[in-house]
């Protein structure tokens, strides 16, 4: 297999993660983490959602927690939108990049929007079209990639039709979803592989959750692919609301533990991931799906040497 020397964790935990979350934080707590995100040394970070408070309520304060950052100029802070509304709410928040999403697949996008897949993209040239005008990046997601639970498996040529369309938009920066934890290593390989080869002018971003316990198996097979950019979230917490059984995201201090144990640079410190991790369950106020909680690093097991005596 193939590594790559460096990967970038995408701190997805404000937003994918607390989302999903019964407790809500308080602005106050949603800045402690992301700034101790920061701290850690994850340079992009996803601090929320900017869709109807209706939508989702407990992110309903991203743009009021964006404005009490102590932002930093080698920080990447993005919001998710779904609409012009939310990219004018960015506008009046200042901030700076918005991802758009929408689904590869028709049923999912109908219970997420209530509208198909192409009539969603066809909305994103309003958005793209003001993000421009104001100095906005805008990226994009594309949620079931690798399987939908109303469809089943979804095919290269049907993710293609939704990239196809968004390049047509202006957009270079697409992540491929793994919404419902239904990836599996060799299909991941496959269709990163593919997109690699044939649209090598992308900024390719892979986001898993760990439903089925194959987040990091899959990250392996995305790097061996050419992947270097990864969403991951503090804990291990969140998911996707609208999606059947869409628990648990790929743990941000299990990857860079994995990572720091094979030799790839993260630019994490691991001390602080694990540090942010054990704040976050202390803010939700329930265990969570980390290793790093459970069981610690590895080489926390590490001891030394026992000597032997010699008795005279």
Same mark, same amino acid.
């Given at each position: ?5 460096? #990967? ?5 935990? !404000?937003?994918? *993660? ?5 407790? +809500?934080? &308080? $602005?106050?707590? =949603? ?110 997601? #594309? ?5 939908? !639970?109303?469809? *089943? ?5 049907? +993710?293609? &039709? $939704?990239?196809? =369309? ?147």
């Amino acid at each position: 297999m193939k590594f790559p020397e460096f #990967i970038n964790i995408c701190e997805v935990g !404000p937003r994918d *993660g607390l989302q999903n979350e019964a407790t +809500i934080l &308080s $602005v106050e707590d =949603k800045v402690e983490l992301i700034e101790r995100a920061v701290d850690a040394g994850y340079k992009t970070i996803e601090i929320g959602s900017l869709v109807h408070p209706k939508a989702i309520p407990s992110l309903a304060d991203t743009e009021e927690v964006f404005k009490r950052l102590k932002l930093h100029e080698d920080i990447e802070y993005r919001a998710l939108v779904t609409n012009l509304r939310g990219v004018q709410r960015a506008v009046n928040a200042g901030v700076q990049k918005v991802k758009l999403t929408v689904s590869a697949s028709e049923s999912h996008n109908l219970s997420n929007f209530n509208r198909s897949t192409m009539e969603t993209i066809d909305q994103f040239k309003a958005c793209i079209s003001f993000a421009s005008e104001n100095n906005i990046e805008v990226s994009a997601a #594309i949620s079931t990639a690798f399987g939908c !639970p109303f469809e *089943g498996s979804i095919s290269i040529e049907r +993710i293609e &039709s $939704v990239i196809e =369309k968004l390049i047509e938009l202006g957009v270079n920066e697409i992540s491929l979803s793994d919404t419902t934890g239904m990836a599996n290593p060799r299909d991941v390989y496959e269709k990163c592989n593919y997109m690699i080869i044939h649209y090598p002018e992308i900024k390719w971003n892979l986001h898993f959750h760990n439903t089925r316990d194959m987040g990091l198996a899959n990250v392996l097979a995305a790097m061996n692919a050419g992947i270097v950019n990864f969403d991951a979230a503090f804990s291990g917490i969140g998911g996707c609301p609208y999606a059947p059984g869409a628990t648990g995201n790929l743990c941000s201090e299990d990857l860079v533990h994995m990572c720091e144990n094979m030799g790839i640079k993260t630019g994490v410190d691991i001390d602080k991931a694990i540090q942010l991790a054990k704040r976050v369950r202390e803010m939700i106020g329930h265990s969570t799906e980390s290793y790093m909680l459970r069981a610690g690093k590895s080489s926390d097991l590490i001891k030394e040497k026992p000597v032997r005596q010699i008795n005279e």
